[in-house]
């Protein structure tokens, strides 16, 4: 067939391939959540509900691509792992990047009412998107641990400001003004003297974030084996999660 006079708009597209050999981060984050959960009265400063919807949205996202074999999630935002050889739209970036939020974005719609069983969407949330390329697996380890610590960081903070807030009565003036200049440990102290709040008591979740990982479990009367998709709220810093999931690295499938 001939091609049209309109054809050579294409030649204006470009390539925007993703390097051969490196592992492919996407990373969204919720778009203005400071308004979106003050809109919807998320409870400070862990929302477990919408924790969760987050999690079940990626795993909505890992069930669509295969060729994530890892994702990570904390607050308001996830981290999806491709493993470095993914061949998923030709290694086109716009395309994995576009792909994976609009999966992403739609379900977290999608699942909001079983999450939130009786307060109501008030507008559409949206969420940012950005790809990085990370050439070794250093580098990624060193992605991944950035993130939990940034989780570790924020959370430390927020548990310590809430609670100052919430169980002392104090204003959000009074409660930065304590934390101001303070280290880990003086926090955990704050929170244990003025809050009766041990740190390490907190959920898991909140501490630590959640990696989504696939693992191949039996399927009891068939004696087939199947993959499913778990939530794992565990350091990922150390080198025991890589030992014990060490597929993950690993160029097998
Ligand atoms: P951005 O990302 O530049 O569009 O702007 P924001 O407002 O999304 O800022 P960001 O991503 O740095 O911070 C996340 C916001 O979401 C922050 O205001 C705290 C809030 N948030 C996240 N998870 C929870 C939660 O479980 N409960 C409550 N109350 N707030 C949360
Ligand atoms: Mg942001
Ligand atoms: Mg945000
Ligand atoms: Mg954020
Ligand atoms: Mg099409």
């Known amino acids: 067939m001939a091609k049209s ?20 981060v996407v990373r969204l ?71 994976i939020n609009s999966t992403f974005s739609a379900s977290y719609v999608y699942y909001w009412n079983t999450y939130f069983e009786d307060k109501k969407l008030l507008y559409p949330p949206s969420f940012d998107a950005r790809i990085v390329l990370y050439p070794s697996d250093q580098n990624l380890r060193d992605y991944l641990s950035w993130r939990q610590a940034d989780t570790h960081i924020n959370n430390l903070y927020n548990t310590a400001f809430w609670g100052l807030i919430l169980t002392k009565g104090l204003s959000n003036n009074e409660a930065e003004k304590i934390l101001c200049g303070t280290v880990s440990s003086e926090k955990n102290e704050i929170l244990f003297k003025e809050c009766d709040t041990n740190y390490n008591n907190e959920l898991p979740m909140y501490r630590k974030g959640t990696v989504l990982v696939r693992k191949l479990v039996n399927i009891p009367p068939s004696k087939s084996k199947k993959h499913i998709i778990c939530p794992l709220h565990v350091d990922i810093i150390g080198d025991s999660f890589w030992e014990e999931y060490d597929e993950i690295l690993s160029l097998k499938d």
Not at 12 to 22: A, R, T, V
Not at 62 to 70: A, K, N, P, Q
């Open 29 to 99: 984050d919720g778009r203005s959540f400071h308004r979106f959960t003050s809109a919807h009265k998320f409870e400070k400063p862990n929302d477990k509900r919408a924790l969760e919807l987050m999690n079940r949205s990626a795993a909505a996202v890992m069930e669509e691509f295969r060729d994530v074999s890892l994702a990570y999630g904390q607050s308001d935002e996830y981290s999806f792992i491709l493993r470095k050889n993914t061949d998923l739209y030709n290694r086109r970036q716009s395309k994995i990047m576009s792909a």
């Open 5 to 24: 006079k309109y054809e050579y708009v294409r030649t204006f597209e470009l390539e925007d391939k993703c390097l051969q050999n490196c592992w492919i």
